[in-house]
């Protein structure tokens, strides 16, 4: 799984480590500690845990990670596509690197790693893909064009993903989170804080107002709970979906 080493992916590999999983984690950060949290989930849970170093802007760089996972596991039942990355400017403003950079991390190696992954999961007749995308795969925000359109991206190409493979015992969901308290957000409540001269809990307080009626952040647990269940047998008629789990945000 893609951006397991940190924030929602890490607390969705641990939860598929305790259904009994084994494990190909991927993501930046230093080496050591990664090998550290890999050896932790082996013995909290009893799996098998590998973690490969992949360049998500990369694709030979993923091939050859998918490569070496179905190696060492011989096979790959499921895939979840959980890395991302954020830049906010508007438009004008927004440096054409840092476009290419969001559309390749967010989405363009979701495409790479499911066509790496499926003719296995498509031998086998059975197969989860789920990919993380956001509650901006389904609406837009200021300042965030490459980031809601590599989320709309994610959305579309689920769906494809899901009808080409509906009768191959395969399923192909996007799971649209809204605001988790993760760095990742952290990072934008410290730029709205600065931006605005608000202290940190201010902005903090503002984000929420705006977006989440719940009126408050989601935990990483409750977006690994919606995966594990769309990894489920209970699951195997769900495919093609975006799943909201955004405390109301989409429904205003
Ligand atoms: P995070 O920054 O904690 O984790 C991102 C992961 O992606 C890390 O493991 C990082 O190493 C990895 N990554 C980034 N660039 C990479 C690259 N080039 N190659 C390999 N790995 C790379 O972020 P998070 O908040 O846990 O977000 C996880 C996913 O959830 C993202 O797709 C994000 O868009 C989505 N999401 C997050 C929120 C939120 O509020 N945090 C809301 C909606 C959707």
Redesign the pocket.
Known sequence: M?????????TIAQALASAGCNLGL????EVQQIRQIACQIESDYGVSVDYYG????NPVEIENSIQECMERFGRVDILV??????HVAPLPEFPAQKWD?VI???LS?SFHTIKACLPGMIEQRWGRIVN?????GLVGSVEKSA?VAA?HGVVGLTKVVALENAENGVTCNAV??????????DRQIRAISRSKNWSFDDAKASMLSDKHPIGR??E?EE?ASLVIFLCSEAASGITGSSITIDGGWSAQ
Not at 2 to 10: A, D, F, V
Request: glycine share 14%.
């Open positions: 893609t951006g397991s080493t940190s924030g929602i992916g890490l991927n993501g930046f950060g992949a360049d998500l802007r596509n959980n890395a991302g990355i954020q950079e390749s991390v967010n190696a993380i995308a956001s509650v901006h980031y989320k649209c989170p809204g605001y988790v308290r993760t760095e990742l957000i952040f989601l990483s977006i």
